[in-house]
């Protein structure tokens, strides 16, 4: 089976603009997470969706945003880019939402912001 | 809040010799725990979890790590490094609750000298 899928795999964007990162989980997943990954750091959650809903938000201003669609994949959405948000940004995907469950990681998309 | 601490930020160690990763947390429940191995470049592959029962629990790659509740760590351990086991790893904690978001630790570099 394909595991979680990301794209694309390398970004290059101009502080102001907006970016689209797409995920897709793994067949028969319905949770999908966002994490950003700054160099020399671990993960940072973002979001968390679960069937087109929003279950989880981390501490990260209203220019990030996401939405799940009905086959599961997902999108985040970061609007007027600072330098700042250059990072490594991960997928995770997990088989149903509620209590704790094992996720597994895509291989994320890098964005560098200029 | 929870938090994960990885003391030691880079380790050195020789082909054959044994490893041990330190990680500590900090939450007031029942902490779910996680073992992840990141590849230069790469998404996150889980090594092991715990999530209740034997406090000593077997991973891929050979790895292991055992849970103290009475010293709130989680360290993975591995009896004999090889060459490949060269990456960065990290150790997260998941929070029980609506959202299945992972609280990672900064990560312990992990360099195998031949």
């Known amino acids: 089976d394909a595991g979680v899928t990301q794209s694309p795999t390398h970004l290059i964007k101009t502080r102001g603009q907006h970016v689209t990162l797409r995920c897709s989980p793994i067949s028969g997943h319905k949770s999908v997470s966002w994490y950003q990954q700054v160099l020399g750091q671990g993960p940072q959650f973002i979001f968390q969706?679960?069937?087109?809903?929003?279950?989880g938000r981390g501490n990260f201003p209203d220019r990030f945003s996401a939405r799940q669609f009905p086959n599961y994949s997902s999108e985040l959405n970061v609007n007027a880019l600072l330098l700042g948000d250059s990072a490594l940004y991960l997928c995770?995907?997990?088989?149903?939402?509620?209590?704790?469950?094992?996720?597994?990681f895509g291989p994320g998309t890098r964005l560098l912001v200029l | 809040a929870q938090s994960v601490t990885q003391p030691d930020i880079h380790i050195t160690v020789s082909e054959g010799a044994s490893l041990e990763l330190r990680c500590n947390y900090s939450?007031?429940?029942?902490?779910?725990l996680f073992w992840y191995v990141q590849s230069p470049g790469q998404g996150l592959q889980l090594l092991l979890k715990y999530f209740s029962g034997d406090t000593l629990v077997q991973g891929i790659k050979g790895f292991e790590a055992e849970f103290k509740r009475s010293q709130s760590s989680f360290n993975l351990r591995k009896p004999s490094v090889h060459w490949s086991d060269a990456a960065e790893y990290f150790c997260?904690?998941?929070?029980?609750?609506?959202?299945?978001?992972?609280?990672f630790g900064k990560g312990t570099k992990l360099t195998v000298n031949p």
């Open positions: 995770a995907s997990s088989l149903v939402a509620g209590a704790v469950k094992t996720q597994y």
């Open positions: 939450y007031g429940a029942t902490p779910y």
């Open positions: 997260a904690v998941g929070t029980q609750g609506g959202s299945e978001k992972l609280v």
């Open positions: 969706y679960y069937e087109k809903e929003e279950r």
